[in-house]
């Protein structure tokens, strides 16, 4: 598999979507795009046809990719596959205007869709949707789990600019349509492929348990009211805007049995009655109010990089779904990790900043936040 | 304030969140090996001391008998007599009433601080300090007549032994082997008289 991934700033999209063609190979079977929310959605389809014509591809907006072991921020990353043998193959599921009253018909029709994907890599690239899509993987997890099966699922939630505590939409570019409201898992065949999911969150922390919530809003840990809490993290701290990203620092870990953390919730807003996360939360689930540093981060990166190419070897191509907020811990080693994954894993790497990753930790599918996960991809080549 | 001085004082206060907790825990842990310790001491059934905890306080109290002069201590050993046919004829749950009624009786007729146990089944012991023999004779025999009273429709009635500390001795398993044994004895006279009805 030759995979080569490029990328392009030019604040004008047909520019930047032809300066993508001219560093595209010849013939490529399939191509991801990420594009960045600051160019007009709606041309993004025409645009594409134009310069490229009929091609297999899946477009995301983004408002940074990685390209290699660049960030392009505000730009257009283009990651152009062309498979070495013809049992390669890409097969796509879109569902598109998700919402809370079709949930049980999703999760039934993404299930019979993976179900029968278990030796494919399955990539799952989806908006936030209000908060459904974090809640259909947290779902599709507890029936898989139920079921015992153990489909390869990895992706993330696009990112998209935050205006106050609102979320911009993110739309999906597929087939020459915008579609809203939707995910796309994109399933390849005849890959072999390992996936590892790195955090660097301080293990020890004091335990809280969730006695009240709606979803993503936790009313009371303990039995106290929650709103406590973030307001003692910022206590004598003045109130500004950027107060909302310094509670990233302070993730909230879902702990099991073992005090183990299974995923990790970040901060998205609190007033006095509620903390509100960017993932689900159950009642009587017990949190683990956690820390991170930037060197901690990169310490885990470099760890998780390493026994993936022990246990994997060499790479074709690598996936990343790194969330958000390490961008901002990571601060000015923001490009640092990606060139560590690509240095260590000594492979092209395309992926981008999530609102949420999506992959399987201690045998459970879950949303996660404040993660990364890095994905090492090899074609199989017939003897 | 810049974001790094933020940072740091948003460290500091998550330190001191985690002292609290950590100190909340602690006195958690506290409190529930508190609760432990009162569980193990008591019989979940009748709520009278177990076993156990009536050996520890005999330990104590043959230790102080041994050191003051003049000082004495009953051992009493008490047992139901015809409690077998009330669990056979009427059930479990009719049984277990009975001895949480039983033990209910114990406890009024002895004084606070006066150690009313279950032994097991339905045993009970009782040990009583700074009393004469006649009084605490007297007051078994209120309770005997109590029990027999409550429990006529049952024909339930309770047997007796008695040891007492230094005269029988200072060991504890002979004085309740004693206790015992004596009980039985009654027990003995309570099934001839029976017979004889």
Same mark, same amino acid.
């Given at each position: 598999?030759?995979?080569?991934i490029?990328?392009s700033?030019n604040?004008i999209?047909?520019?930047?979507v032809?300066?993508?063609k ?15 929310p600051?160019y ?8 594409i046809?134009k310069?490229?014509?009929s *091609? ?7 408002s ?17 596959f ?7 193959k ?5 569902r598109?205007?998700?919402s ?32 459904e ?8 997890g ?7 099966t153990?489909v390869?699922? *990895? ?11 609102e979320?911009?939409?993110g ?24 996936f590892?999911?790195?955090s660097g969150?301080?293990?020890?922390g ?12 936790i009313?009371e ?14 206590k004598?701290?003045?109130p500004s805007?950027?107060n ?21 919730r ?14 689900p939360v ?13 060197t ?6 470099e ?18 779904f ?6 901002k811990?990571l ?6 990790? *990606? ?11 395309f ?16 949303i ?5 996960? *890095?994905?090492a991809?090899?074609?199989?080549y017939?003897? | ?11 500091l206060?998550?330190i ?11 006195n958690?842990?506290k ?14 059934? =009748? ?19 041994k ?6 201590l ?5 047992d139901?007599?015809?409690?077998k046919?009330?669990?056979d004829?009427?059930g479990h ?8 009624e039983v033990?209910?009786?114990?406890? =009024?007729h002895f004084?606070k ?13 009782v ?16 309770l ?5 009273e ?5 024909e ?14 200072t060991?504890?398993d ?10 039985y004895?009654?027990?003995?006279k ?7 009805k």
């Amino acid at each position: 598999m030759d995979t080569v991934i490029v990328g392009s700033q030019n604040p004008i999209l047909r520019f930047a979507v032809r300066e993508l063609k001219e560093k595209a190979p010849k013939g490529f079977d399939f191509a991801l795009f990420s594009i960045s929310p600051s160019y007009p959605h709606q041309d993004v389809p025409a645009t594409i046809k134009k310069e490229f014509g009929s *091609i297999n591809y899946v477009g995301f907006s983004s408002s940074s990719a990685f390209a290699n072991i660049k960030v392009i921020n505000d730009g257009i990353v283009g990651c152009f596959f062309k498979f070495s043998s013809p049992k390669t193959k890409v097969c796509t599921y879109v569902r598109e205007n998700v919402s809370r009253e079709n949930r049980r018909d999703v999760i039934k029709e993404m299930e019979e869709f993976l179900s029968k994907r278990e030796d494919k890599l399955n990539v799952v690239i989806a908006d936030f949707i209000d908060g459904e899509f974090p809640i259909l993987i947290e779902e599709l997890g507890k029936e898989f789990q139920r079921r015992g099966t153990g489909v390869p699922l *990895i992706g993330g939630i696009i990112a998209t600019p935050i205006v106050g505590n609102e979320r911009q939409k993110g739309y999906l570019f597929y087939n020459g349509n915008v579609v809203e409201d939707c995910f796309i898992v994109i399933s390849f065949s005849n890959l072999d492929f390992q996936f590892q999911i790195s955090s660097g969150v301080f293990k020890k922390g004091p335990i809280y348990t969730v006695t009240k919530t709606d979803t993503f809003k936790i009313y009371e840990l303990n039995g106290k009211p929650a709103g406590y809490l973030p307001r003692k993290l910022l206590k004598d701290i003045e109130p500004s805007n950027d107060n909302q990203f310094l509670l990233w620092y302070t993730p909230f870990g879902i702990v099991n049995e073992g005090n183990e953390i299974e995923a990790l919730r970040l901060i998205r807003s609190f007033t006095d009655d509620y903390i509100e996360l960017w993932g689900p939360v159950k009642e009587g689930e017990r949190l683990k109010l956690s820390i991170v540093l930037s060197t901690e981060l990169m310490k885990d990166a470099e760890k998780t990089a390493k026994n993936l190419k022990e246990s994997f070897g060499m790479a074709d191509f690598c996936f990343n779904f790194s969330c958000i907020a390490r961008e901002k811990i990571l601060e000015q080693f923001e490009e640092k990790e *990606i060139e560590l994954y690509g240095r260590l894993l000594n492979a092209p790497l395309f992926g981008f900043f999530t609102h949420g990753e999506v992959a399987k930790k201690n045998g459970k599918l879950r949303i996660h936040n404040l993660t990364s996960v *890095i994905a090492a991809v090899r074609e199989r080549y017939e003897l | 304030m810049n974001f790094k001085d933020k940072k740091l004082k948003l460290f500091l206060n998550y330190i001191e969140e985690l002292t609290e907790q950590y100190e909340e825990l602690l006195n958690q842990k506290k409190e529930l090996l508190a609760e432990l310790e009162k569980k193990a001491m008591y019989d979940p059934l =009748t709520g009278l001391f177990n076993r156990q905890a009536l050996i520890e306080f005999l330990i104590k109290e043959i230790e102080r008998v041994k050191r003051e002069k003049g000082e004495k201590l009953f051992v009493i050993f008490l047992d139901l007599d015809n409690f077998k046919q009330v669990n056979d004829l009427y059930g479990h749950k009719k049984g277990d009433e009975v001895l949480k009624e039983v033990a209910q009786l114990l406890k =009024t007729h002895f004084r606070k601080y006066d150690i009313v146990a279950r032994f097991g089944g339905d045993e009970f012991m009782v040990v009583v300090r700074n009393r004469t023999k006649g009084e605490v004779e007297d007051i078994l025999k209120k309770l005997q007549e109590r029990i027999e009273e409550i429990f006529k429709n049952f024909e339930i009635s309770v047997s007796y032994g008695i040891a007492v500390a230094p005269d029988d001795g200072t060991d504890i398993d002979k004085l309740i082997t004693l206790a015992d044994r004596r009980m039985y004895q009654m027990k003995e006279k309570h099934k001839a008289k029976n017979l004889d009805k």
